[in-house]
């Protein structure tokens, strides 16, 4: 399974990135916002890419498909790592085949139904982004999506990678990874939740004691 930092704070990513476990890097409006990115959006993506050295979804705001064909454009030159992120609308869709057609990787993102991920996928997605997290946040299940999907992409072999988003917490990671998925994009307080268990905080105390009485 592979682990992408849903972030687009630079110190996060260089973290993640010095314990080796940083396969690519996914970035929306709320969180290039959330780093005052809005005027200097291509800069951060450059600066990411450098620093993740694989995929870097860079999400386009545009919602006509003129515009997200141009910005999508703009957005494949900052680098050969960058994954255009549509939304999964009908234009969306249009924008993807068009972009799979000139093979530049798409992320079409805010997938809520497997319905939706099989018109993603079927219009030559790279990776369709699933939302676990906000489908949990209405009482909706948001693993069960993920294991409709896993089974819709076997029956027909999809190359179509299931990237789980919106993750909220480690038991999220692991029923993705039980399921197949092929990409988790983490949150950074969820990675580094990922590292804990109790007993092994216990475990290093006792050694160090029982070291150190002998
Ligand atoms: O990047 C898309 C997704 O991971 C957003 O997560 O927590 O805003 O629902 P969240």
Redo the contacts with the bound molecule.
């Keep these: 399974m592979k682990f992408f930092l849903?972030s687009a704070n630079l110190n996060e990513i260089e973290e993640i990135a010095s314990f080796g476990l940083l396969d690519g890097v996914?970035?929306?409006p709320?969180?290039v916002a959330k780093e005052n990115g809005q005027k200097n959006f291509k800069t951060i993506i450059k600066k990411i890419c450098k620093i993740a050295k694989g995929p870097v979804?860079a999400e386009v705001i545009s919602t006509d498909y003129k515009g997200m064909i141009k910005e999508g454009e703009e957005l494949a030159k900052i680098d050969k790592n960058v994954v255009i992120k549509l939304p999964m609308t009908k234009n969306g869709i249009k924008a993807t085949s068009y972009f799979a057609k000139k093979k530049i990787p798409v992320n079409v993102?805010?997938i809520f139904s497997c319905s939706q991920a099989l018109l993603a996928a079927k219009a030559g997605a790279a990776y369709v982004?699933p939302?676990v997290?906000?489908l949990d946040?209405i009482s909706s299940n948001g693993m069960s999506l993920i294991s409709d999907l896993s089974e819709v992409f076997l029956n027909y072999g999809f190359i179509t990678e299931i990237l789980v988003?919106?993750?909220?917490n480690p038991i999220h990671i692991v029923e993705s990874a039980k399921l197949g998925a092929d990409v988790a994009?983490l949150?950074y307080s969820v990675i580094m939740q990922l590292f804990n268990h109790p007993l092994t905080d216990i475990g290093i105390e006792k050694f160090l004691k029982d070291w150190n009485n002998k």
């Design positions: 849903d996914t970035t929306n709320s969180l979804s993102t805010l982004s939302f997290g906000r946040d988003a919106s993750i909220r994009t949150p």
